[in-house]
């Protein structure tokens, strides 16, 4: 309802294989993030984007990249899946005037398992 | 770095009664906005309420408040009259730079019928 959407929503995958999840929003919104959700850490920014073909790294990039082609689609890619990525994803996305102070908007996560 | 600090990993209040979950943060900025998110068992983000920190007046959502103490650098979220549909996750965050969210670890509140 809220013009965000991850997919999948579930995924078991074997360490090592390489793992694409997508990120799409229908608002328009400029700025996107992925973070990853783990007990006792609350939510982490791994990588943001600021508009077409522009990312920057969050605070735990590592083994992660990112790409974003088009205003409304970003895949996070986990390059060679390992178990300490077994997570949950959240991707969200946030209007793009600095000072409107809103929060962001999540899409519903993906519960990623790595085997 | 900005850091978000929630000191109770776990709390638990009685139906109809008042809970205050605690939140406290690390910056050198004078601008900046800070927000509880609550996150159900079905996983999604929701904003319960947000603060501007140029502003001195508590934010307000029904039965959630705030008190913002900004000198002391804490943000605490008290929901009142608490019910069965409260018993989440609850997140503060802080809003850094261009537009990252920096969360704390979370508190999960349990309502006792």
């Known amino acids: 309802d809220a013009g965000i959407t991850q997919s999948p929503r579930h995924k078991v995958t074997e360490t090592g294989t390489p793992v694409t999840l997508r990120c799409h929003q229908t608002?328009?919104?400029?700025?996107m993030y992925w973070y990853r959700q783990d007990p006792g850490h609350g939510l982490r920014l791994i990588h943001y984007s600021y508009g077409v073909k522009d990312t920057d790294k969050g605070e735990v990039s590592d083994g992660y990249s990112v790409s974003r082609s088009k205003t409304e689609d970003f895949l996070l890619t986990l390059e060679s899946a390992t178990s300490s990525q077994t997570s949950v994803y959240f991707c969200a996305i946030s209007e793009s005037w600095v000072g409107r102070g809103y929060g962001y908007t999540f899409g519903s996560g993906t519960r990623l398992t790595v085997v | 770095a900005q850091t978000v600090t929630q000191s109770q990993p776990e709390m638990s209040v009685q139906e109809a009664e008042t809970v205050t979950l605690s939140c406290t943060y690390d910056?050198?900025?004078?601008?900046?906005?800070l927000f509880w998110y609550k996150q159900p068992p079905s996983r999604q983000m929701i904003l319960v309420i947000r603060?501007?920190?140029?502003?001195?007046q508590n934010a307000t959502e029904n039965r959630f408040s705030v008190n913002f103490q900004k000198a002391a650098k804490s943000f605490s979220l008290k929901i009142s009259d608490s019910q069965l549909g409260d018993a989440a996750m609850y997140f503060c965050?802080?809003?850094?730079?261009?537009?990252?969210?920096?969360f704390g670890q979370g508190t999960r509140l349990t309502i006792n019928p």
């Open positions: 965050a802080y809003r850094l730079g261009a537009q990252k969210l920096v």
């Open positions: 910056t050198s900025e004078s601008d900046y906005y």
């Open positions: 608002e328009n919104h400029r700025y």
């Open positions: 603060q501007e920190a140029y502003k001195q």
